[in-house]
């Protein structure tokens, strides 16, 4: 029997109390709540989410420093929020978030 869902090259933690992310879109500067983090990428909540294809800037702290990216709207949900692709982060920045990752992933 096979699954028509893609397998995710990276674990995903939900953060119920959701984590801050300064955002950037086409010059214009909000700030949402992540839902879920990967080392892939995040899903932010906020009611008016750019669309699908279309690159945004991310600033968000975790411990350690902050990380900087730039991401990819995979999938654009209105009312809901969206989930984003890393495309281009420093290495700093990459080695923060897989700490914070594995912290958060052990059981």
């Known amino acids: 029997m096979s699954s028509k869902k893609k397998a995710r090259r990276y674990a995903r933690v939900g953060l119920p109390k959701g984590m801050l992310v300064a955002w950037d879109h086409n010059g214009i500067r909000k700030v949402s709540r992540v839902s879920v983090l990967a080392l892939g990428g ?7 989410p750019p669309p699908s294809g279309d690159l945004i800037q991310l600033l968000f702290e975790v411990p350690g420093g902050d990380v900087r990216a730039r991401a990819l709207v995979r999938d654009s949900q209105p009312r809901k929020g969206m989930g984003v692709e890393f495309t281009a982060m420093g290495q700093e920045a990459r080695a923060r978030l897989h700490q914070l990752m594995k912290v958060l992933t052990r059981t």
């Open 42 to 48: 995040l899903f932010i909540s906020t009611p008016e």
